[in-house]
Nanobody, 124 residues
Framework: VQLQASGGGLVQAGDSLRLSCAAS????????VGWFRQAPGKEREFVAS????????YYAGSVKGRFAISRDNAKNTVYLQMNSLKPEDTAVYYC??????????????????WGQGTQVTVSS
């Protein structure tokens, strides 16, 4: 099983990026998928999540209204569209797949598979 996160890069404040999480070895439509991020010296934090049905999504307050999570089951891929990026969004972004039990799907313990991360750097 592999989750390949990609799409990160160096951008300026106000720019946009779209991260991709391509799954292999699993059918991602059967899993909830979450995006998390970890900045240097900080704990890994929840960013966004999406249910198998894609009808339920949840966002951290710091990204709500700027980020959007979506999935393309035909491509076995989940995306994170990030708009109006801020320097505080700088982090390594990880995608994860699993069966979180809370309504927000925020708990890291609920995710079974993790990708390797992709670096997002936002300059001011």
């Amino acid at each position: 099983v592999q989750l390949q996160a990609s799409g990160g890069g160096l951008v300026q404040a106000g720019d946009s990026l779209r991260l991709s999480c391509a799954a292999s070895g699993i059918t991602v439509s059967r899993y909830a998928v979450g995006w998390f991020r970890q900045a240097p010296g900080k704990e890994r934090e929840f960013v966004a999540s999406i249910r198998q049905s894609a009808t339920n999504t949840y966002y951290a307050g710091s990204v709500k209204g700027r980020f959007a999570i979506s999935r393309d089951n035909a491509k076995n891929t989940v995306y994170l569209q990030m708009n109006s990026l801020k320097p505080e969004d700088t982090a390594v972004y990880y995608c994860a797949a699993g069966f979180p039990i809370t309504s927000t799907m925020m708990e890291r313990s609920g995710y079974r598979y993790w990708g390797q991360g992709t670096q997002v750097t936002v300059s001011s």
